[in-house]
């Protein structure tokens, strides 16, 4: 069964520092999101991808984080200069069409120090 | 501004008590609601997807049932490995599809 791939699955950095954070979407997906989870606290929305630019994204969204999708299978999340509130999992998902439903990845978990 | 609250918080069963979970939901338009399982340190397993009220889907011992307002998560006979949280969400009509969240259900279920 398809699913959505991420990579790394943990990654620890210091404060200050680019990370990128890597999916792998469902192959025949077209709408792409990242979220992400601060321990103990619920799953939040960052930003959505489609058609090659970014659709909607949140408040957390900031000129920080970048989206780009590389090639035809990759959907990248860069964080530019990291901060300790940064430190969370942070979550792939697409979606096809039709229907609504998305498919999240295993995550990555960040930890700024 | 759009809600979503599940309670309760955390729920203790004995393997084979049935019970159900709670999703309230305020939504300028209902464009779909998700029901995920999610592990500790793994991502949102998806269970049902919902799109109108009076919509009901069942998988094995779980059955998702939909009104205008709720929607409830209903576990029949559980099993310890039923133990996991239950994350409830929703897409807005106004949306570009994100999902919001609310904070899940622990569950856990002892033999």
């Known amino acids: 069964e398809p699913e959505v791939t991420q990579t790394p699955s943990h990654q620890v950095t210091q404060m200050g520092q680019e990370v990128i954070l890597r999916c792998v979407p469902i192959s025949n997906h077209l709408y792409f999101y990242w979220y992400r989870q601060i321990l103990g606290q619920k799953v939040e929305f960052l930003v959505s991808?489609?058609?090659?630019?970014?659709?909607?994204k949140s408040e957390i969204f900031d000129d920080q984080f970048s989206v780009e999708r590389p090639d035809g299978s990759n959907f990248t999340l860069k964080i530019r200069s990291t901060k300790l509130e940064d430190s969370a999992m942070y979550f792939c998902a697409s979606r096809g069409t039709p229907g609504e439903t998305q498919y999240f990845g295993p995550g990555t978990r960040l930890l700024v120090l | 501004e759009d809600q979503v609250t599940q309670s309760p918080e955390a729920l203790r069963l004995q393997e084979g008590e049935s019970s159900s979970l709670n999703c309230s939901y305020t939504?300028?338009?209902?464009?779909?609601l998700f029901w995920y399982r999610q592990d500790p340190g793994k991502g949102p397993e998806f269970l049902f997807t919902?799109?109108?009220a009076g919509e009901e889907k069942e998988k094995e011992r779980l059955k998702a049932t939909l009104t205008k307002k709720e929607s409830f998560l209903h576990i029949t006979a559980p099993k310890p490995e039923d133990s996991a949280t239950y994350l409830c969400a929703v897409r807005d009509f106004g949306s570009q599809g994100n999902l919001i969240f609310g904070k899940g259900t622990k569950l856990s279920v002892k033999p």
């Open positions: 991808f489609y058609n090659n630019e970014i659709s909607e």
């Open positions: 939504v300028s338009g209902l464009r779909g």
């Open positions: 919902l799109y109108s």
